[in-house]
């Protein structure tokens, strides 16, 4: 045992509640059961009532944390700097430490013993394995930290894998129920029952010994959303909000980013392995857009349109393509840029910098201009370096060198 004072701390609270836990039951309060059935091969089934004592604890949750007990158990919780990740749990709309610490530490240890227990007859034995757990915890090597969101617009045939420990994969059946059995009227319509709603958006890290910090999961996973629209063109989005767990206990419930969690308008698309790669490399490469002002304004113009409809939509997309490739030269430069980038022939060429130049012109971005920008986007994220992109499609036009072969000339070749 690592820290015995708090293990005195925690057993009484947990003593305690069960205790008015069970003074209730004695008064009339209902424990609800399930019936369950747990079958075997060759072997007649077995049945089991189980209590769901989670439920009848979370509904009890706010009175037990009054109590003295549960003072006297977060006192002693704040003492630990172990447990400072666990005070920032994001445990409400406005949580502080001490509903942080409640939410994530006493009340799953809590569950967690009853659930041993079967019920609220006290077992020392039941409290010390749950209390184990907790410890190790605490005091292990470090932290497993994860964030999952809902992801629609896009189906998988398997896992893809998008860096950092950043993927998505299909929604496991019950997933989030299990740990956040409110998860159920924050998922988007029909989730879990059409193709295009079956996935999830996924981050998972190891946190060092002592971290005190959870990572930035909702701009981490909205900059993932980006990526994978610039890869696909599909209409994806993530949300509305993110399920956090911390060494496999709940953590908090966080909302999505309002650009990531509003889905765009069009048909959904299917994440291949190739399509895959490309969004792994732009996700990675979008913090080039922190040093580069005028890529960010293109990167949040041009998402921005995809929400818009016209005249708003065609402003958005001139504003984000005079941004990436039109410097001090304006938007007729941009353009002409544009074609020589993403045209692989001179009639590809020509007809890019026709639908461009309606554009320019104010008139309503087609679907070739709105894919040119987008392309655009992923020519000079890819390229790495906007400026000297710049330079060299000057350079081509004048004839001094040959086009910049970007991320799709590449894949041409």
């Given at each position: 045992m690592r820290a015995p004072a708090l293990h005195r701390t925690l057993r009484a609270f947990c003593l305690g509640a069960f205790r008015v836990l069970c003074a209730e039951l004695e008064g009339g309060a209902e424990l609800p059961f399930a019936f369950e059935e747990h079958g075997a091969?060759?072997?007649?089934?077995?049945?089991?009532?189980?209590?769901?004592?989670?439920?009848?604890?979370?509904?009890?949750?706010?009175?037990?944390?009054?109590?003295?007990?549960?003072?006297?158990?977060?006192?002693?919780l704040r003492r630990e700097q172990a447990a400072a990740i666990f005070a920032r749990a994001h445990a409400g709309a406005r949580p502080s430490p001490d509903d942080a610490l409640f939410?994530?530490?006493?009340?799953?240890?809590?569950?967690?013993?009853?659930?041993?227990?079967?019920?609220?007859?006290?077992d020392d034995q039941a409290f010390d394995r749950a209390y184990a757990k907790l410890e190790r915890s605490?005091?292990?090597?470090?932290?497993?930290?994860?964030?999952?969101?809902?992801?629609?617009?896009?189906?998988?045939?398997?896992?893809?894998?998008?860096?950092?420990?950043?993927?998505?994969?299909?929604?496991?059946a019950g997933e989030l129920a299990r740990l956040w059995p409110e998860a159920t009227g924050l998922l988007p319509q029909d989730f879990g029952r059409e193709v295009d709603r079956l996935c999830v958006l996924e981050l998972e890290r190891a946190l060092a010994p002592g971290s005190s910090e959870a990572p930035d999961a909702p701009g981490e996973l909205a900059d993932a959303v980006t990526a994978l629209r610039l890869?696909?063109?599909?209409?994806?989005?993530?949300?509305?909000?993110?399920?956090?767990?911390?060494?496999?206990?709940?953590?908090?419930i966080r909302p999505v980013l309002p650009i990531a969690a509003t889905q765009p308008g069009g048909e959904p698309t299917r994440?291949?392995?190739?399509?895959?790669?490309?969004?792994?490399?732009?996700?990675?490469?979008?913090?080039?857009?922190?040093?580069d002002p005028e890529l960010a304004e293109a990167l949040d113009r041009w998402e921005l349109s995809l929400f818009q409809a016209e005249p708003f939509r065609s402003e958005q997309l001139r504003e984000s393509l005079a941004a990436l490739l039109g410097g001090t030269d304006g938007l007729w430069a941009a353009a002409m840029r544009a074609s020589v980038l993403l045209g692989e022939s001179g009639r590809d060429r020509a007809a890019l910098l026709q639908s461009l130049r309606g554009l320019v012109a104010g008139e309503g971005a087609g679907r070739s201009a709105e894919?040119?920008?987008?392309?655009?986007?992923?020519?000079?994220?890819?390229?790495?370096?906007?400026?000297?992109?710049?330079e060299s499609l000057d350079e081509a036009l004048l004839g001094l060198r040959p086009r910049p072969a970007g991320f799709y000339a590449a894949q041409a070749s």
């Open positions: 091969v060759g072997r007649p089934p077995l049945y089991e009532y189980r209590a769901l004592v989670r439920p009848f604890l979370e509904e009890r949750a706010t009175r037990l944390a009054k109590r003295d007990d549960a003072r006297i158990a977060l006192e002693e939410a994530s530490i006493l009340l799953p240890l809590l569950v967690e013993t009853a659930e041993i227990c079967g019920g609220f007859d006290w605490l005091f292990g090597d470090g932290h497993s930290y994860a964030a999952v969101a809902p992801l629609v617009g896009i189906s998988v045939g398997t896992q893809i894998e998008l860096g950092d420990g950043i993927r998505v994969r299909v929604a496991a890869a696909t063109a599909g209409p994806i989005a993530a949300g509305p909000v993110l399920f956090e767990r911390l060494d496999w206990r709940p953590y908090g994440l291949d392995s190739f399509r895959g790669r490309l969004a792994a490399d732009l996700r990675t490469r979008l913090v080039a857009a922190d040093a894919e040119a920008v987008r392309r655009g986007l992923v020519e000079a994220l890819s390229h790495g370096d906007r400026s000297t992109l710049v």
